[in-house]
């Protein structure tokens, strides 16, 4: 009980507070929701962080999106914008009053397309190169032991994953 290894992933904020110390290695932490309620955002950005933060992370996005929908998003985190033209409200504050809440919205214009190239010195900005490696399946095209192939497959070659996130539809 006294070594409980070294934290991997240390989120920021409020997400820090609620995951406190589940990303220790040789942990295994489930994410459980229903559909469409952010869960590959949320293990998007603990990938994102686990890499800033100096981790060899593998991503497994398994039925749901392909590499080229992933790297897009990918995209938009580091950069820290939307891909196409537009105004969006970002959230200055947060007011409750019972079960209604209201926000104090910031409003952001981006008249430009995110470019190739802007992404690109945004994720070498955000995330030291090398980094993050991305296998894209199908659903139910890969099973527990092909997960483990692929990670020895980059292990033999010199590149050891300190953390595996698995997005997986069902």
């Known amino acids: ?26 942990c295994f932490v489930a994410l459980m929701a229903p559909e469409k ?27 749901d999106m392909s590499a080229a929908q992933i790297e897009r998003r990918w995209a938009i985190r580091t950069a820290e914008r939307p891909w196409e033209p537009k105004t969006i409200h970002v959230p200055t504050y947060l007011e409750i009053d019972g079960d209604d809440f209201q926000t104090g919205p910031e409003e952001r214009v981006f008249d430009k397309a995110l470019s190739k190239n802007a992404s690109r010195k945004a994720l070498k900005k955000a995330v030291p190169e090398g980094r993050v490696r991305l ?9 527990a032991e092909g997960v483990q ?22």
Not at 1 to 26: T, V
Not at 37 to 55: H, P, S
Request: aromatic fraction near 14%.
């Open 37 to 63: 309620r952010g869960k590959t955002w949320v293990l998007m950005e603990l990938a994102f962080q686990a890499a800033q933060q100096g981790n060899n992370v593998m991503f497994f996005s398994v039925g």
């Open 135 to 143: 296998s894209c399946h199908p659903n139910d095209s890969i099973s």
């Open 1 to 26: 009980f006294e070594d409980r290894g070294n934290l991997l992933i240390d989120m920021p904020g409020a997400m820090g507070g609620f995951f406190d110390e589940a990303f220790m290695q040789d």
């Open 149 to 170: 192939w692929e990670i020895q497959k980059y292990s033999l070659g010199g590149w050891v994953p300190n953390v595996v996130v698995i997005d997986y539809a069902d």
